[in-house]
Structure formats: structure tokens, C-alpha cells
């Protein structure tokens, strides 16, 4: 069974500060994508990364695959209250079954 | 444009009762999701289907959940008999393209089901 483990996951800051998520996993994944979702809502795509070591930015987040593609790390630089919730990562599955592995989650409470 | 619409929004029933979950894909999409989010387990895919054929119903936990794509523009998910463990927000997602994984999914709001 393919697991993907995030941590922290609970991050607790204040607003102009910086943080790091990470998602981490034995297996290898075809691409790695990262949500958020808010309460009440779905979760909601950032960012799909596809090849190892490749790194994207959205703004004021930052997103790195790993060279093994195993692994994941998300960084917010000076986080704003509005980045408040439940951040997933989740793995497209090798094999012949193409399907999601969501990961465990990190949940962000950003403090004006 | 209207996005992944579920109904109903909350359902409480009671164990034992069929509970009924719906969903309406954004249109054009041809991948229908499935998943079940819960604090214990987070977010599982319970069943895929790709132009309204099932392609996964791995996740799918038991004999007690079904799944159905009469259209491309309807799904249902229901549970006979429902039990207190399956008290948890059901998630309907829809891509477009083969179902890979990789493909953007859009997820509609969710239904919170409780069962007591």
C-alpha cells in the first residue's frame, strides 16, 4: 500500500512568517499534486509537479519534487491569514491502476 | 460556471437506513470521482468511472456501497444498510480526459453523512 505521510500536521504561525510542509513516501509517483481546501469546501488544486527535482512557484508558495520523486515539500514565505487550512499533497500511483494517494494533511492556521 | 454540484449538502439518518448521495459533474467533464473524507482515514477514492464506465471500485469498502453513472451528467453513491462507521464528508470529483491521475480533478462541496 502506498502511503504518503505530511508533516507537521498542525502548524500553528503568525502572519509575515515563513513555513515548510512536507510530504514523504517509499514509493515512487508518476506526478505529485498539492491541494487546499477550506471547511465546508473540496480541496482545491495549486500545483502539479511531474519530474524529479522540478520546482514551481505560485506566488508566495514554493514547490519542490523530489529527485526520486518520492517525496515533496511546500514553503509559504510570509504567510497571510488567507493561506489558513488543510494543505494535501497526493501522488498519482505507478502501476496499472492510475489513481490519487492523498496524503495525511497539514492544517495551517495563519494568526493576523 | 457552475462547478462539481453535490446533494444533499447534510444527511443524518439513522443505521440502518439506504442514504442516497448525489452528484452532477461539470459538464463536459468525462471522469467521475468518488471519495470519502474522514479525520481517522483523511481522503480515500472510493470508486472512478470514465465516460460513465466504472474503472476502480477498489476503495470501495464493502457490499453495503454502490456506485452508478447512468449519464454523463449524474452519479449516485449509495449506502444499504448504513452504519455509525460510515459518518464522514463524501466528495464528488470530475476531470476531463482518461481519469489519469494527473488530470486536474474539481471537487464539489461535499456531503456530510452522519449516521446515528
Known amino acids: 500500500t502506498q502511503l504518503l505521510e505530511q508533516s507537521p500536521q498542525f502548524l500553528s504561525i503568525q502572519e509575515g512568517e515563513n513555513l515548510t510542509v512536507y510530504c514523504n513516501s517509499s514509493s515512487v509517483f508518476s506526478s505529485l499534486q498539492w491541494y487546499r481546501q477550506e471547511p465546508g469546501e473540496g480541496p482545491v488544486l495549486l500545483v502539479t509537479?511531474?519530474?524529479?527535482?522540478e520546482v514551481k512557484k505560485l506566488k508566495r508558495l514554493t514547490f519542490q519534487f523530489g529527485d526520486a520523486r518520492k517525496d515533496s515539500s511546500l514553503h509559504i514565505t510570509a504567510a497571510q491569514p488567507g493561506d489558513t487550512g488543510l494543505y494535501l499533497c497526493a501522488g498519482a500511483s505507478l502501476g496499472n491502476t492510475d489513481k490519487l494517494i492523498f496524503g495525511t494533511g497539514t492544517r495551517l492556521q495563519v494568526f493576523p | 460556471d457552475a462547478g462539481v454540484i453535490q446533494s444533499p449538502r447534510h444527511e443524518v439518518t439513522e443505521m440502518g437506513q439506504e442514504v442516497t448521495l448525489r452528484c452532477k459533474p461539470i459538464s463536459g467533464h468525462n471522469s467521475l470521482f468518488w471519495y470519502r473524507q474522514t479525520m481517522m482515514r483523511g481522503l480515500e477514492l472510493l470508486i472512478y468511472f470514465n465516460n460513465n464506465v466504472p474503472i476502480d471500485d477498489s476503495g470501495m469498502p464493502e457490499d453495503r456501497f454502490s456506485a452508478k453513472m447512468p449519464n454523463a451528467s449524474f452519479s449516485t453513491l449509495k449506502i444499504q444498510p448504513s452504519e455509525p462507521r460510515d459518518s464522514a464528508v463524501y466528495f464528488c470529483?470530475?476531470?476531463f480526459g482518461s481519469g489519469r491521475a494527473r488530470d486536474e480533478q474539481f471537487f464539489g462541496p461535499g456531503t456530510r453523512l452522519t449516521v446515528l
Open positions: 509537479v511531474v519530474t524529479g527535482g
Open positions: 470529483a470530475s476531470s
